[in-house]
């Protein structure tokens, strides 16, 4: 933009009237609450705002019943240990010992002239009646759990200003038996709810089943015109790279008008974005709503929006805005535009879609995502961190599993600025919805395929959420839902109807294991395979060609378990021996204990034996990680080195917990990453040297877009002693988005790691020395024994610590020449009073092993608290004695 239009620009704008006293604020504090039992007047008594509330308990509003009863200390932590058996579920004792008022006074004065006020419920779970100072504001009861409310309660204000306002909330009905089945007996899924509140094989059922105001309650005040739902859709053709000029982008914007007063307003609607306002007059009717299509702006040179590991994630701050009479403002929506495109190809030799981003082709690495809180305690902080740990794991996609929610605006705007793309499913799965026989279930599979029991309920939810969260560049899959489509229906309103209309940009998947989105020629379901699998089987076994669920194992170390485990409850898991031909399906390889069992163990069966069996919690924690680390890292270089050959994508089952699960996990419930978080880290690098064990071929993978060239492949051995053996050093290249073989080192490996095994250093170099990919790999005996590391030498590295930033630290180990490698070493930083660490920190890198004569540097993120003393460096390693450091200053 010349600076003559940009002055013209500026004058524009300030010519235009500000809303006077525009605001939105959420009533999101000193509310209270009472069981329906417990209240004996109508909602219209109750919402009177002199009516006296004595004996009313603090509640916890966005939040639940259970939420409520838990602050009120009423219930245990269900998280802790068998805490959840001592919470009464609502299967037993019926829907009203969950049904609760909840009641909240807060001040607004009168509207004046033709300002209007607004009552906004994001979520309210299941049903509901809303008063306000003596009045039902719904005329029907409201039901479904993703359908927002809106009220306009300006008539409604009192003249005092001073108001009250009253919901009773209804759990979902039916609430289902949570008799251990997925979705227990499958009932719960003829609501429009999240399914997993029944019990699933990763969690136990939530006793009130989420029942409450679980989303933000929010007042908006306008003038005449309230702006809704705003659409911004970008288009962006052709081929486009991160560096360099851009060809334009085009920018198209709806907006939807509603006046609630008895006048046409003739006025203005308007967007702004990247400097320039694009306008269009418009005349809303009378108590109407009106959709208005604005002209299209061309964006010259662009700055697009890309996915971590392809280019920066920028963003336009833009706003939507009504302008009476052409110049006052009486509303206006704001947003942050990412500018990109999203497209899909079939892969004919995959059979299989790949997924185009901007024009470019990317290999998905995902993560399935199932929700933050298991309680829906959702905070901007929480998401912020969670979103964070998967971008730190180079991943590119989140899936949004079906059987939870269409994911809250805060977890899109974690995952817009982090550049995670998202798949989103909506409200089926295939356990309850039918798609299966089985005993479990109430219902046979006829009946529970016509699940939910209001259609039209469903669908009116799914156009509403589409327009929640549509406007976020990170979302770019649909899904209909985890394994199974919607009834005919229903899907067919989605797909030819809903998305075209208010979407019409981005790829819909009828459901996450289809043939269109994943053509199955193995047979089976189209998903996994599960739980912990021998690291060949990544590299050589060939599976589904865009896996939207494969996974492993994810147990924390002992410092993890004792944050929901008792003390008596921290034993090791007692490996039982493998299954035989004659032992039934069910029958254990693991001794384990029954509160683990509880907490969903997956066994790591044999896998530990190689690092000998473990002696105690502690020991069983470490070993626990090493192979955590080898299954992630192998995971994603198996499925990588296969790019568009065998594979197109592949999802992680699953990267978090909602709950203290003891299964598929990347980071714990109280966000402490274990190994499995840098293992896939390590194997999901943009530009990687990896070493496959099926022919052990050292392979190149570049998931960029430019050529690699000029790079130095330097191969090393060592034995348990810190000897190195040198392999390789060879200049290599790397096509974009390719896997390439570079050279076989078997024999050496057999001859090397014969008597003890070995560990191999893999790097690729810049002709400084710079290291461009770092991959160091732990290799077993002739016999698949870890005999080197059971005997293995102590090493002593230097610990130093320098502040970088406020909450930014960097940590250095140092490891000197004639020593053994000082192997896999967790740092973290911890409360030096309590010794524990401190959570949530973020780590460049961890369990990190140091060469001899080496170094390596962790860079460390964390928030400070004024409440937490100065903290502490702790550094434990297989082989090195835990050290604690203080944090020297800059």
């Not at 809106?150 to 008799?179: E, F, M, Q, W």
């Not at 730190?392 to 059987?403: E, T, Y």
């Not at 590295?797 to 180990?813: F, N």
Request: glycine residues 8%; charged residues 20%.
């Amino acid at each position: 933009m010349t600076r003559f239009r940009y002055l013209l620009f500026l004058l524009a704008l300030a010519s235009i009237s500000p809303l006077a006293a525009q605001q939105r604020y959420e009533l999101n504090s000193g509310w209270v609450a009472q069981p329906i039992s417990k209240v004996t007047v109508t909602g219209a008594q109750l919402s009177q705002p002199g009516y006296a509330l004595g004996g009313w308990q603090p509640a916890v509003v966005p939040g639940t019943v259970l939420t409520t009863q838990l602050t009120n200390k009423q219930v245990p932590d269900p998280f802790f240990g068998m805490n959840n058996e001592r919470i009464p579920d609502i299967y037993k004792t019926g829907r009203d010992y969950y049904t609760y008022w909840f009641v909240k006074d807060f001040q607004e004065a009168p509207a004046t002239g033709d300002g209007q006020v607004w009552l906004h419920l994001r979520g309210v779970n299941y049903s509901c009646e809303v008063y306000l100072n003596g009045q039902k504001l719904n005329k029907k009861t409201h039901h479904g759990m993703f359908l927002r409310q809106a009220y306009n309660i300006t008539p409604y204000l009192a003249k005092s200003g001073r108001n009250r306002l009253a919901v009773v909330v209804y759990p979902p009905d039916p609430v289902g038996n949570p008799n251990g089945g997925q979705g227990g007996d499958g009932t719960i899924a003829r609501n429009v709810s999240t399914q997993y509140t029944a019990g699933w094989d990763w969690i136990r059922p939530i006793r009130d089943r989420n029942t409450g105001i679980w989303d933000k309650v929010t007042i908006e005040k306008t003038r005449a015109i309230n702006v809704k739902n705003p659409h911004v859709i970008t288009r962006v053709p052709g081929v486009r790279l991160p560096k360099g000029p851009q060809a334009p982008a085009t920018i198209q914007v709806t907006t939807e008008l509603e006046n609630p007063t008895a006048k046409p307003v003739a006025g203005v609607v308007q967007y702004t974005l990247g400097g320039q306002v694009v306008k269009q007059a418009v005349t809303v009717p009378a108590r109407s709503t009106k959709q208005v299509s604005l002209p299209a702006l061309t964006l010259q040179n662009p700055k697009l929006w890309w996915p971590s590991g392809y280019g920066p994630q920028n963003l336009y701050p833009s706003k939507v805005q009504f302008l009476t009479g052409g110049k006052t403002v009486s509303d206006e929506e704001t947003m942050q535009v990412g500018v990109r495109e999203i497209q899909h190809h079939w892969n004919s030799k995959t059979e299989s879609m790949q997924v185009l981003v901007n024009g470019q082709k990317l290999f998905i690495k995902g993560g399935n995502w199932i929700i933050s809180d298991a309680m829906l305690r959702f905070t901007k902080a929480r998401y912020d961190a969670e979103i964070r740990f998967h971008r730190d794991m180079n991943l590119n996609l989140i899936r949004v599993w079906g059987g939870a929610l269409v994911e809250r605006p805060e977890f899109y705007e974690a995952c817009d600025k982090y550049g995670m793309l998202v798949m989103q499913d909506f409200w089926m799965s295939g356990d309850a919805n039918g798609r299966w026989v089985d005993p479990m279930k109430l219902e046979d599979q006829y009946t529970r395929r016509k699940y939910p029991n209001d259609h039209r309920l469903f669908v009116n939810s799914v156009a509403d959420q589409l327009k929640l969260v549509r406007n976020y560049p990170s979302l770019a899959i649909w899904c209909g839902g985890n394994e199974i489509t919607p009834p005919k229906d229903i899907l067919a309103a989605m797909q030819d109807t809903l998305l075209p209309r208010l979407d019409g940009t981005r790829w819909f998947i009828p459901f996450s294991n289809s043939d269109s989105m994943s053509y199955n020629n193995l047979g089976g379901n189209g998903d996994g395979p599960y739980g912990i699998q021998p690291i060949s089987t990544f590299w050589g076994h060939r599976t589904f060609p865009f896996n939207s669920e494969v996974g492993s194992v994810g147990v924390g170390d002992a410092e993890s378990l004792e944050r929901f485990l008792l003390p008596a409850n921290m034993v090791p898991p007692r490996y039982l021996g493998p299954r035989t031909a004659s032992s039934k399906g069910d029958t254990p390889t693991e001794q384990v204990d029954s509160v683990w069992t509880y907490h969903t163990y997956i066994g790591y069966e044999q896998y530990l034996l190689p690092y000998g069996a473990p002696k105690d919690i502690r020991d069983f924690g470490l070993k626990a990680q090493l192979v955590n680390y080898d299954q992630y890292r192998a995971l994603m270089e198996g499925f990588s080195s296969h790019m568009w050959d065998w594979y197109t994508g592949s999802i992680i089952w699953k990267t978090q917990n909602p709950w203290t699960a003891l299964r598929g996990q990347m980071y714990d419930y109280y966000l402490d990453p274990n190994a499995c978080l840098y293992g896939l880290r390590t194997g999901s690098e943009p530009l990687h040297v990896m070493y496959n064990p099926v022919d052990s071929m050292v392979t190149l993978v570049n998931n960029g877009f430019e050529v690699k060239r000029d790079m130095m492949l330097v191969v090393d051995a060592y034995d348990m002693a810190g000897k190195k053996t040198p392999v390789t050093q060879v200049i290599v290249e790397i096509n974009p988005s390719s896997s390439k073989r570079y050279l076989p080192i078997n024999g050496l490996v057999r001859k090397l790691g014969q008597q003890q095994g070995m560990f191999l250093s893999l790097q690729l170099q810049d002709f400084d020395k710079k290291v461009i990919s770092n991959n160091f790999y732990w290799l077993p005996d002739a016999k698949g024994e870890y005999s080197g590391l059971k005997g293995m030498g102590k090493a002593s590295p230097r610990v130093t610590t320098r502040q970088v930033a406020a909450g930014k630290l960097e940590v250095t180990l140092s490891n000197p020449a004639g020593a053994p490698v000082a192997f896999f070493n967790r740092v973290a930083l911890v409360n030096p009073t309590t010794q524990k660490r401190i959570l949530p920190v973020f780590y460049s890198d961890n369990y990190v092993s140091v060469l001899p004569g080496g170094s390596q540097t962790v860079t460390l993120d964390y928030t400070p608290s004024p409440n937490v003393p100065t903290p502490v460096v702790s550094v434990e390693g297989w082989n090195v004695t835990k050290q604690l450091v203080p944090v020297a200053g800059k």
